[in-house]
């Protein structure tokens, strides 16, 4: 009875996580046979026979008789008296198959041996779960807020599966509550000890890429290709889409009527400001739309040095640089090339590195950062606009307008 009950709590874990019959024999029989040498020193001389389904198990240990006073391993050989005890028939030099109970095995073996098997089915359960999310790895994946961390949100699947989305992969307006469901990318999967570890991604450019795929169908079809995306989460995105149909307007398509296809992406991602636009295999036309909103009057491109320099209105210089410089950053990252941004019509003007004897190093790299690159670019500037669009403090920002004003008023 006691095999049959230790086998039915056994089945429990093949039903939970869904073993099938050959994978759970096999575990069982790995468990079993650990078990023996560890109890008699030796296997090989052991025939397990196990059936699940109908809670079936059976050890039979095989020895050969010999005489009583020849005995030299008790594991693989037996008494003639002992044999006999068996069955009276039995002769020297004749094998004897013995069945050895559960309960011979000893209290202490037995509840090793039953830890050693959650543990081996854990282990399997947890491979496979490693092998399934692996190759789920780029793709969209919806979970239910489980629990809420400082830097972390537990999340569960509908299987009972953990993910992990950290706090440096949520956007930054994202606030979530227990029971929500949550959209992201599955970033990573590893295995930390046997148990695996699924991270999920909220900010990562292929999640977006990947919300085209799902809400805009001719993406889905592979009619409109998405070639690059570029964010900053939760702030500003640009996509830069391509058709293979002329007769697709692929920057249409994935905006939709008055933007209702790209609405819902808009809406998942914070209210993150989406730009779409055509992709094209001509640079200076692609620098030109990478720019939008902002008008271009015209690009000097040096392809060695990966750098741009285009020219603009006074009026349209803020709007290719953006709030924050987010528009140039992110025009920058998808074009591969730096770009500087350079006033139409201004010719006294002085760049910025002009300064460095005066302007520490890292003050003029901050300024840069926000395609403020020249004396006259900071001063039409408000410094409090400047202070926004940096991470420079007031006072370090009123220092560098002194000595860019007593540079022109000399």
Same mark, same amino acid.
């Given at each position: 009875?006691?095999?049959?009950?230790?086998?039915?709590?056994?089945?429990?874990?093949?039903?939970?996580?869904?073993?099938?019959?050959?994978?759970?024999?096999?575990?069982?029989?790995?468990?079993?046979?650990?078990?023996?040498?560890?109890?008699?020193?030796?296997?090989?001389?052991?025939?397990?026979?196990?059936?699940?389904?109908?809670?079936?198990?059976?050890?039979?240990? !095989?020895?050969?008789?010999?005489?009583?006073?020849?005995?030299?391993?008790?594991?693989?050989?037996?008494?003639?008296?002992?044999?006999?005890?068996?069955?009276?028939?039995?002769?020297?030099?004749?094998?004897?198959?013995?069945?050895?109970?559960?309960?011979? /095995?000893? #209290?202490?073996?037995?509840?090793?041996?039953?830890?050693?098997?959650?543990?081996?089915?854990?282990?399997?359960?947890? &491979?496979?779960?490693?092998?399934?999310?692996?190759?789920?790895?780029?793709?969209?994946?919806?979970?239910?807020?489980?629990?809420?961390?400082?830097?972390?949100?537990? /999340?569960?699947?509908? =299987?009972?599966?953990?993910?992990?989305?950290?706090?440096?992969?949520?956007?930054?307006?994202?606030?979530?509550?227990?029971?929500? !469901?949550?959209?992201?990318?599955?970033?990573?999967?590893?295995?930390?000890?046997?148990?695996?570890?699924?991270?999920?991604?909220?900010?990562?450019?292929?999640?977006?890429?990947?919300?085209?795929?799902?809400?805009?169908? =001719?993406?889905?079809?592979?009619?409109?290709?998405?070639?690059?995306?570029?964010?900053?989460?939760?702030?500003?995105?640009?996509?830069?889409?391509?058709?293979?149909?002329? #007769?697709?307007?692929?920057?249409?398509?994935?905006?939709?009527?008055?933007?209702?296809?790209?609405?819902?992406?808009?809406?998942?991602?914070? !209210?993150?400001?989406?730009?779409?636009? !055509?992709?094209?295999?001509?640079?200076?036309?692609?620098?030109?739309?990478?720019?939008?909103?902002?008008?271009? &009057?015209?690009?000097?491109?040096?392809?060695? &040095?990966? #750098?741009?320099?285009?020219?603009?209105?006074?009026?349209?210089?803020?709007?290719?640089?953006?709030?924050?410089?987010?528009?140039?950053?992110?025009?920058? #990252?998808?074009?591969?090339?730096?770009?500087?941004?350079?006033?139409?019509?201004?010719? @006294?003007?002085?760049? /910025?590195?002009?300064?460095?004897?005066?302007?520490?190093?890292?003050?003029?790299?901050?300024?840069?950062?926000?395609? /403020?690159? &020249?004396?006259?670019?900071?001063?039409?500037?408000?410094?409090?606009?400047?202070?926004?669009?940096?991470?420079?403090?007031?006072?370090?920002? =009123?220092?560098?307008?002194?000595?860019?004003?007593?540079?022109?008023? @000399?």
């Amino acid at each position: 009875m006691e095999n049959l009950a230790l086998i039915d709590s056994f089945s429990e874990f093949k039903d939970e996580k869904l073993i099938d019959r050959v994978t759970l024999m096999s575990i069982l029989e790995d468990v079993f046979r650990n078990t023996l040498k560890k109890k008699f020193g030796d296997d090989d001389n052991f025939d397990i026979i196990i059936n699940p389904d109908k809670g079936d198990l059976e050890i039979w240990r !095989n020895r050969i008789v010999v005489a009583d006073d020849a005995v030299e391993d008790d594991n693989q050989e037996i008494s003639l008296t002992d044999a006999h005890k068996i069955e009276p028939d039995f002769e020297v030099g004749e094998d004897v198959s013995e069945e050895v109970k559960l309960i011979d /095995l000893g #209290r202490r073996s037995i509840l090793a041996l039953r830890q050693n098997l959650i543990s081996k089915i854990q282990e399997h359960d947890n &491979t496979n779960i490693y092998k399934q999310f692996k190759e789920l790895v780029g793709e969209i994946y919806t979970a239910e807020v489980h629990h809420i961390r400082h830097r972390a949100v537990i /999340l569960l699947d509908d =299987e009972g599966n953990e993910l992990v989305l950290p706090k440096d992969k949520q956007i930054p307006s994202d606030f979530f509550r227990k029971g929500d !469901n949550v959209r992201g990318i599955i970033e990573s999967v590893d295995l930390k000890g046997n148990k695996p570890s699924i991270v999920l991604s909220r900010t990562a450019p292929v999640f977006l890429e990947k919300l085209f795929e799902q809400e805009i169908p =001719e993406v889905f079809d592979g009619l409109i290709s998405v070639k690059n995306v570029v964010r900053i989460p939760g702030e500003k995105a640009k996509v830069a889409v391509d058709s293979y149909d002329d #007769r697709i307007d692929p920057v249409g398509a994935c905006v939709g009527m008055k933007g209702s296809r790209i609405h819902g992406i808009v809406r998942e991602l914070g !209210n993150e400001n989406i730009d779409v636009i !055509n992709y094209t295999t001509n640079l200076q036309l692609y620098i030109t739309r990478a720019l939008s909103p902002a008008k271009v &009057t015209s690009i000097k491109i040096n392809e060695e &040095t990966k #750098r741009a320099e285009v020219i603009l209105k006074p009026e349209e210089v803020s709007k290719a640089i953006g709030r924050g410089g987010h528009n140039i950053r992110l025009a920058g #990252r998808l074009t591969g090339y730096e770009i500087d941004v350079f006033r139409e019509g201004v010719e @006294e003007d002085v760049e /910025l590195s002009e300064f460095s004897d005066e302007i520490e190093a890292w003050i003029i790299d901050e300024f840069a950062k926000a395609g /403020l690159d &020249t004396a006259k670019s900071i001063l039409e500037q408000e410094v409090a606009d400047l202070v926004k669009r940096t991470d420079l403090e007031l006072e370090t920002i =009123e220092d560098v307008v002194r000595i860019l004003k007593e540079e022109f008023e @000399e």
